[in-house]
């Protein structure tokens, strides 16, 4: 009796284990987590060096040297913020790049960056926190992290497309 109940609780033990380990490491096993992730407006506009009101066209191109990201041709509305040494005005119009995959060069593996379709941006209004790097002469603009993808939703506000955190934005806090 005592070594089936002995069983009995390894085995309640072990399910208890099995179903911990599946909910906080297997179920949530996303790429974005490693990324930053933000609790207060200031935080996400502190640590971006632009931070700009932009349209989305519907049309991208999806560029593929071992690191596939699709890049849109973006029209600024307004520039909130730029540290940059990037001159940005209202109606520019910039490259912005969603890195969304990369290929292991030594098995063909590819990993995704982001879940499906998620580099497929609608077109629409949308809040950025942008960085800015140099590359073959010329400046890419990428987001600060892939959890906030801001969607407007009402005049001064926006929603956070890409994660759970920060859901909704207003203009008015950002400063």
């Not at 996303?30 to 935080?43: C, G, P, Q």
Request: proline share 2%; hydrophobic share 35%; charged share 25%.
């Amino acid at each position: 009796m005592k070594k089936w109940i002995a069983n009995l609780v390894m085995m309640v033990a072990l399910l208890a284990i099995s179903i911990y380990a599946y909910t906080n490491f297997i179920a949530e096993n996303n790429s974005n987590d490693l990324a930053k992730v933000f609790d207060e407006a200031n935080e996400i506009y502190q640590d971006a060096s632009i931070v700009v009101r932009a349209e989305f066209p519907k049309e991208y191109d999806v560029i593929d040297n071992g690191s596939k990201k699709a890049v849109y041709d973006i029209n600024i509305l307004e520039v909130l913020k730029n540290d940059s040494k990037v001159a940005i005005a209202r109606n520019d119009t910039i490259p912005f790049s969603q890195h969304f995959s990369y290929t292991d060069s030594s098995s063909g593996n590819e990993t995704f960056l982001l879940k499906k379709d998620e580099h497929d941006i609608k077109t629409g209004e949308y809040l950025l926190f942008l960085n800015t790097y140099e590359q073959n002469g010329s400046n890419e603009f990428v987001s600060n992290t892939p959890n906030h993808l801001y969607q407007k939703i009402t005049d001064g506000r926006y929603q956070n497309i890409r994660g759970s955190s920060l859901k909704i934005l207003n203009l008015q806090n950002l400063y």
